[in-house]
Nanobody
Framework: QVQLVESGGGLVQAGGSLRLTCAAS????????MGWFRQAPGKEREFVAAISWGGKNTRYADSVKGRFTISRDNAKNTMYLQMNSLKPEDTAVYYCNPASMERLWSTSRSWGQGTQVTVSS
């Protein structure tokens, strides 16, 4: 089983950028498609982006297309989310998890602690 730790969140002004990192332990990281998800206060958790096991295929929520880029480095057991042109509505706790590229949702029922992203207007 893959253990995941999210990092890289913080406070940024609207229009700014952040890069989130998802560090995985375990030798099976490269076997999984992976995804980023987020949950804003008072809202349901939602899909943000997903990447196939080899990194060739990516999917994005409409709300982040053209602004966020998901990538992974299987040699480092790490996945990234580059977030540009951030908006206040991007404020949320961001989580990474194994994901389904078809259902655009997590394939794991458990979630890590996530990393807080706060975008000020």
């Amino acid at each position: 089983q893959v253990q995941l730790v999210e990092s890289g969140g913080g406070l940024v002004q609207a229009g700014g950028s952040l890069r989130l990192t998802c560090a995985a332990s375990g030798r099976t990281f490269s076997n999984y498609a992976m995804g980023w998800f987020r949950q804003a206060p008072g809202k349901e958790r939602e899909f943000v982006a997903a990447i196939s096991w080899g990194g060739k295929n990516t999917r994005y929520a409409d709300s982040v297309k053209g602004r966020f880029t998901i990538s992974r480095d299987n040699a480092k057991n790490t996945m990234y989310l580059q977030m540009n042109s951030l908006k206040p509505e991007d404020t949320a706790v961001y989580y990474c998890n194994p994901a389904s590229m078809e259902r655009l949702w997590s394939t794991s029922r458990s979630w890590g602690q996530g990393t807080q992203v706060t975008v000020s207007s």
